[in-house]
């Protein structure tokens, strides 16, 4: 008996919905998705289990590694900028454009003010680098306020509304977190947020 030879037939899909669907999903993404801001050094903060959310707006990160190192700045290029002017024309430090152009591009303000000219004249590769080691003074000047206090000081000129927000490695000594927040009491800078991350149920 003869076989029966079944025709083949090709079968043809139409991706365009597909194309259309993942254009889409792509665009949401890139228009809801925000960018952290890269951090000078790395901090592994503590485990929590609160659950509030650091604002995305306005905000001064202060971080704080394991050697008790500080840093700061704000996802505001230009608050970043102003503060730079007011700290420069208080301590008479005098930067070239190409100078500030690095500033602009730096992650944190991390570097005493007698460093900083020196730190924002290196190549940006060789910046952080350097930054691993400097760190923001909060030794008083002249019996004063210190340099961390300064840089506070300035992001508030800059911004009333700003809000303070410390992440600090979980091991970072206590006598340092305890130090500089009594810098921000002596300021009346009392109200501030802990960046922790969020404990899970397997770590309890």
């Not at 076989?3 to 037939?9: G, T």
């Not at 690095?102 to 730190?119: N, P, Q, R, T």
């Not at 927000?165 to 000594?173: E, L, Q, S």
Request: proline content about 5%; charged content about 25%; aromatic content about 6%.
């Amino acid at each position: 008996m003869a076989k029966v030879k079944i025709q083949k037939k090709d079968i043809w899909i139409d991706m365009t919905p597909m194309s259309d669907v993942m254009t889409l999903l792509l665009c949401f993404f890139m228009l809801t998705s925000t960018f952290l801001t890269p951090e000078p050094v790395k901090v592994n903060a503590p485990n929590s289990v609160s659950e509030v959310k650091i604002p995305e707006n306005d905000v001064l990160n202060i971080l704080v590694n394991p050697e008790g190192k500080i840093f700061l700045g704000t996802e505001n290029k230009n608050n970043m900028v102003a503060m730079l002017e007011t700290m420069t024309d208080k301590f008479g430090v005098q930067l070239n454009a190409t100078q500030i152009k690095h500033f602009k591009e730096d992650a944190m303000v991390g570097a005493s003010m007698g460093k900083l000219a020196d730190y924002l004249s290196l190549e940006p590769e060789k910046m952080g680098e350097v930054i691993q080691s400097l760190g923001i003074p909060t030794d008083s000047i002249d019996g004063g306020k210190s340099e961390f206090q300064e840089w506070v000081t300035a992001a508030r000129e800059v911004n009333p509304d700003i809000k303070l927000a410390i992440k600090c490695d979980a091991a970072t000594p206590y006598k340092v977190v305890k130090a500089m927040m009594s810098e921000l009491q002596d300021m009346s800078e009392n109200r501030y947020q802990l960046i922790t991350n969020l404990k899970t149920a397997s770590e309890d």
